[in-house]
Nanobody
Framework: VQLQASGGGSVQTGGSLRLSCAVS????????VAWFRQAPGLEREFVAA????????YYLDSVKGRFTMSRDNAKNQVYLQMNSLKPEDTAVYYC???????????????????WGQGTQVTVSS
């Protein structure tokens, strides 16, 4: 299984970006696919996830209403639409995949065995 994240870039406050995560090996209904981010000097932080068993979505409180996850099963891709970006959203964003996660584990990076390489998002004020 390989994940390839793309779509990062530099925008000004209030701008938008859409991150893409291509999953080789496919996405099956037992999977959870998530986005995490890591800013310099900080720990990796959960951003959003979709659990495909029941299509539940989960978001970090600070991105609710601004970020939206979606997926394209035919293309084996997962997206993170990021609107109203703020400087504090600046980080390297990673997509990750796990199988059969329970709800309490979804926000923990250590429960995801598969990771993409990361894409840089920079938001300037």
């Amino acid at each position: 299984v390989q994940l390839q994240a793309s779509g990062g870039g530099s925008v000004q406050t209030g701008g938008s970006l859409r991150l893409s995560c291509a999953v080789s090996g496919g996405i099956v209904t037992s999977n959870t696919v998530a986005w995490f981010r890591q800013a310099p000097g900080l720990e990796r932080e959960f951003v959003a996830a979709v659990r495909l068993t029941d299509r539940s979505t989960y978001y970090l409180d600070s991105v609710k209403g601004r970020f939206t996850m979606s997926r394209d099963n035919a293309k084996n891709q997962v997206y993170l639409q990021m609107n109203s970006l703020k400087p504090e959203d600046t980080a390297v964003y990673y997509c990750a995949k796990a199988n059969r996660l329970i709800t309490s584990s979804i926000r923990t990076p250590g429960h995801y065995p598969y990771w993409g390489q990361g894409t840089q998002v920079t938001v300037s004020s």
